[in-house]
């Protein structure tokens, strides 16, 4: 790791939980050193709403941010990209934050990507990465839980963020604003850091792939927390390697807590029968394993890290462990029929993306753009307004870019539309939020707003739920002009 690298925790608020679908509202972050101690002053900024989206009402109830406000106070997309390139995302950075690297990252690619940044570099060109503080939290709360207390809720342990703070006697107003909730994640770090320094620094190195893949594909048992195991186990297990992951995302590891016996028979159909997750709790266990992306800042330890209160935490002996590994090593043709069943999973998949018929902004993980059409990312970002034209999204080979060209400048530069520009803008903006009829934006949009007027709101929740419905009848297109 570069000695002049910072962490950059940040964390968003967005109008609803798909990456895909809704949008980034508030950004916050704070820089500080790999000590903790901040550098610079907070960053705090609010990102205007394009009027072709409506927000999940159940997200602005929880933030408390309304599309008004980000209006009112925001600024565009294509103006916060240019601030956070140019100041936040300079070399040396690791972006971090709590549970950024499931949720918060994937809003900022779908957010670069829709305005002609590449979604990708500001997390590995030029020493920059990332790490995430959750799964921090899981192992040393499994490991080496010592010097914090650890709330439990309903009898089951819970790691959410406010919860920590309350349980720490860390101030944390306003949680669910973005500052806030930056604020709370680095005072958890602290706490984590000055009790555990040794497992800290341990998760904080482990952020590097290639540090992860070394220890990961000896083939010995290792200590793995993730939110996909159980909590009453402190989402912790040993597992093991089992198969490089075919498309070369990591490697395909497997609980070592359950006994593979009854799997061994099974052909690839089977398994991959037991292998899809399933709510209904009568079914058979599910096939214990799991993809690990080495790039996702896994939380791994080697197995001499369990200590004897370890193993009653997490309900699991080193040496149950090491005898279901046996079992899978004395039976090899497991590995193959395992990777097969994968394969069988990855073509139903495929099947059902190729039905979906998603918008360009959708379209993120559909291909990676050639070096013609990388380099005129670019050239539309220096762009005028004005040079924003149909010719120059001509020029891109990928028709999403196409497609998105047009879409960048409305949302952007709304009032140097020409005439054809703005017509085909409220064409799109008419499909977006009217096309599907009682499956569209805004029936969805207006069915879960009743459903939530029905309950019991008053005071600020009723006011957020009277701005949703005022902000939806401010941006509908006109029925006259375009049928209904």
């Given at each position: 790791m570069?000695?002049s690298?910072t962490?950059?925790?940040?964390?968003?608020?967005t109008?609803?939980?798909?990456?895909?679908?809704?949008?980034?509202?508030?950004?916050?972050?704070?820089?500080?050193?790999l000590?903790?101690?901040?550098?610079?002053?907070?960053?705090?900024?609010?990102?205007?709403m394009?009027?072709?989206?409506?927000?999940?009402?159940?997200?602005?109830?929880?933030?408390?941010?309304?599309?008004q406000?980000?209006?009112?106070d925001?600024?565009t997309e294509?103006?916060?990209?240019?601030?956070?390139c140019?100041?936040?995302?300079?070399?040396?950075?690791?972006f971090v934050g709590?549970n950024?690297?499931?949720?918060?990252d994937?809003?900022?690619?779908?957010?670069?990507?829709?305005?002609?940044?590449?979604?990708?570099v500001?997390?590995w060109?030029?020493?920059?990465?990332?790490?995430?503080?959750?799964?921090?939290?899981?192992?040393?709360?499994?490991?080496r839980?010592?010097g914090?207390?650890?709330?439990?809720?309903?009898?089951?342990?819970g790691?959410?963020?406010?919860?920590?703070?309350?349980a720490?006697?860390?101030?944390?107003d306003?949680?669910?604003?973005a500052?806030?909730?930056?604020v709370?994640?680095?005072?958890?770090?602290?706490l984590?850091?000055?009790?555990?320094p040794k497992?800290?620094t341990?998760l904080l190195?482990?952020?590097d792939?290639?540090?992860?893949?070394a220890?990961?594909?000896?083939?010995?048992?290792?200590?793995y927390?993730?939110?996909?195991y159980?909590?009453?186990t402190e989402?912790?297990?040993?597992?093991?390697?089992?198969a490089?992951?075919?498309?070369?995302?990591?490697?395909?590891?497997?609980?070592?807590r359950?006994?593979?016996?009854e799997?061994?028979?099974m052909d690839?159909?089977?398994?991959?029968?037991?292998?899809r997750?399933?709510?209904?709790?009568?079914?058979?266990?599910?096939l214990?394993?799991k993809?690990?992306?080495?790039?996702?800042?896994?939380?791994?330890?080697?197995?001499?890290?369990l200590?004897e209160?370890?193993?009653?935490?997490?309900r699991l002996s080193?040496?149950?462990?090491?005898?279901?590994?046996?079992?899978?090593?004395e039976?090899?043709?497991f590995?193959?029929?395992?990777?097969?069943?994968l394969?069988?999973l990855?073509?139903?998949?495929g099947?059902?993306?190729?039905?979906q018929?998603?918008?360009?902004?959708?379209?993120?993980?559909?291909?990676?753009?050639?070096?013609?059409?990388?380099?005129?990312?670019?050239?539309?970002?220096?762009a005028q307004?004005n040079?924003?034209?149909?010719?120059l999204?001509?020029?891109?080979?990928?028709?999403?870019?196409?497609?998105l060209?047009?879409r960048?400048?409305a949302?952007?530069?709304?009032?140097?539309?020409?005439?054809?520009?703005?017509?085909a803008?409220?064409?799109?903006?008419h499909?977006?939020?009217?096309?599907?009829?009682?499956?569209?934006?805004?029936a969805?949009?207006?069915?879960?707003?009743?459903?939530?007027?029905?309950?019991?709101t008053?005071?600020?929740?009723?006011?957020?739920?009277?701005?949703l419905?005022?902000?939806?009848?401010?941006?509908m297109?006109s029925?006259?002009?375009?049928g209904?």
């Amino acid at each position: 790791m570069n000695t002049s690298s910072t962490l950059f925790w940040y964390d968003l608020e967005t109008s609803g939980i798909n990456p895909r679908e809704d949008r980034v509202m508030q950004f916050a972050g704070q820089r500080t050193t790999l000590e903790l101690e901040p550098v610079g002053d907070p960053v705090n900024v609010f990102i205007t709403m394009s009027n072709d989206i409506l927000p999940q009402p159940d997200a602005i109830l929880l933030t408390g941010i309304t599309p008004q406000q980000t209006i009112n106070d925001g600024v565009t997309e294509a103006a916060f990209l240019k601030k956070f390139c140019d100041e936040i995302a300079v070399p040396g950075t690791i972006f971090v934050g709590f549970n950024t690297i499931r949720f918060d990252d994937e809003f900022m690619r779908y957010l670069q990507y829709r305005n002609f940044y590449d979604p990708y570099v500001w997390q590995w060109k030029e020493d920059r990465g990332r790490w995430d503080l959750l799964d921090v939290v899981r192992m040393t709360r499994a490991l080496r839980p010592e010097g914090m207390h650890w709330p439990v809720v309903d009898g089951k342990p819970g790691n959410r963020l406010e919860l920590l703070t309350k349980a720490n006697n860390i101030p944390h107003d306003g949680a669910h604003d973005a500052l806030a909730d930056v604020v709370a994640s680095i005072e958890i770090a602290k706490l984590i850091r000055k009790n555990q320094p040794k497992l800290f620094t341990w998760l904080l190195k482990m952020r590097d792939k290639s540090q992860v893949k070394a220890l990961v594909e000896t083939g010995e048992p290792f200590v793995y927390s993730s939110g996909k195991y159980a909590n009453d186990t402190e989402k912790t297990t040993v597992a093991a390697w089992l198969a490089e992951h075919p498309k070369k995302q990591g490697a395909l590891v497997y609980d070592l807590r359950t006994d593979p016996t009854e799997f061994l028979t099974m052909d690839a159909q089977a398994l991959a029968e037991r292998w899809r997750w399933t709510a209904d709790r009568e079914a058979p266990p599910r096939l214990p394993v799991k993809t690990m992306q080495f790039n996702r800042c896994p939380a791994v330890a080697p197995l001499s890290v369990l200590d004897e209160a370890s193993q009653q935490r997490i309900r699991l002996s080193p040496e149950l462990a090491q005898t279901h590994l046996k079992i899978i090593e004395e039976n090899p043709s497991f590995k193959e029929t395992v990777v097969a069943a994968l394969a069988l999973l990855d073509v139903e998949q495929g099947k059902r993306q190729k039905t979906q018929k998603l918008p360009a902004e959708a379209q993120l993980y559909d291909g990676f753009f050639d070096t013609h059409d990388s380099n005129l990312f670019g050239v539309v970002r220096a762009a005028q307004p004005n040079e924003l034209t149909p010719e120059l999204a001509e020029s891109f080979h990928d028709k999403r870019l196409k497609t998105l060209l047009a879409r960048y400048k409305a949302r952007n530069y709304p009032t140097s539309l020409t005439p054809d520009e703005r017509t085909a803008w409220e064409a799109h903006r008419h499909e977006a939020l009217l096309g599907g009829g009682q499956n569209s934006q805004l029936a969805k949009f207006m069915h879960r707003l009743g459903e939530l007027a029905q309950s019991d709101t008053s005071g600020n929740k009723r006011f957020l739920l009277e701005e949703l419905q005022l902000y939806a009848e401010s941006i509908m297109p006109s029925l006259d002009e375009w049928g209904s």
